[in-house]
T-cell receptor, first 118, second 115 residues
Framework: GAGVSQSPSNKVTEKGKDVELRCDPISGHTALYWYRQRLGQGLEFLIYFQGNSAPDKSGLPSDRFSAERTGESVSTLTIQRTQQEDSAVYLC????????????????FGPGTRLTVT | AQSVTQPDIHITVSEGASLELRCNYSYGATPYLFWYVQSPGQGLQLLLKYFSGDTLVQGIKGFEAEFKRSQSSFNLRKPSVHWSDAAEYFCAVGGYGGSQGNLIFGKGTKLSVKP
């Protein structure tokens, strides 16, 4: 079946503008994650959605970052008043939670959105 | 705090040579361990995973990894590297925080392959 998809693949924006990044998870996956990957760095966890539970926002770096998810489908990550330090690749992942706890951690990633703030 | 260390930032090997990428983790219990590969401009692809049981796990593309609890390590190996293996490799750990599923990633090891 289809994997995780993200759009746009590339986004260039001016400092101070707002941007929205979209993620379509694998159909049937109840868990969805956003990560940020800065140049030469590993992935930083941003936010986690699990079904209808309140999202875990503990990784969001500032209140300029927010995310929403409609049910168990599409998610959007919004960055308001973008700054140059927001330039990174934003990766989305999804996983199936079939009742076994460890399944949360087997995540499948999309190709990412490369955000450049000028 | 949980952490993952990949001590080698960049490794170059000759095609056909063996490969070992190192990963050490810091975690108070048995973690869930993963290796991902990222080709240029691509997302991350899961190579292999360890949850429990046999400490030597096999993955895709001929890779394997061994969980060594005493050394807090989960090194990735391949007996004979192919040019197409050139990519960046990330080790990740999970398994804590109740139902939370986020992974902690190392900073990655970039693999170059010489012809």
């Amino acid at each position: 079946g289809a994997g995780v998809s993200q759009s746009p693949s590339n986004k260039v924006t001016e400092k101070g503008k707002d941007v929205e990044l979209r993620c379509d998870p694998i159909s049937g996956h109840t868990a969805l994650y956003w990560y940020r990957q800065r140049l030469g760095q590993g992935l930083e966890f941003l936010i986690y959605f699990q079904g209808n539970s309140a999202p875990d926002k503990s990784g969001l770096p500032s209140d300029r970052f927010s995310a929403e998810r409609t049910g168990e489908s599409v998610s959007t990550l919004t960055i308001q008043r973008t700054q140059q330090e927001d330039s990174a690749v934003y990766l989305c992942a999804s996983s199936s939670t079939s009742g076994r706890r460890y399944m949360n951690y087997e995540q499948y990633f999309g190709p990412g959105t490369r955000l450049t703030v000028t | 705090a949980q952490s993952v260390t990949q001590p080698d930032i960049h490794i170059t090997v000759s095609e056909g040579a063996s490969l070992e990428l190192r990963c050490n983790y810091s975690y108070g219990a048995t973690p869930y361990l993963f290796w991902y590969v990222q080709s240029p401009g691509q997302g991350l692809q899961l190579l292999l995973k360890y949850f429990s049981g046999d400490t030597l796990v096999q993955g895709i593309k001929g890779f394997e990894a061994e969980f060594k609890r005493s050394q807090s390590s989960f090194n990735l190996r391949k007996p004979s590297v192919h040019w197409s293996d050139a990519a960046e490799y990330f080790c990740a750990v999970g398994g804590y925080g109740g139902s939370q599923g986020n992974l902690i990633f190392g900073k990655g090891t970039k693999l170059s392959v010489k012809p």
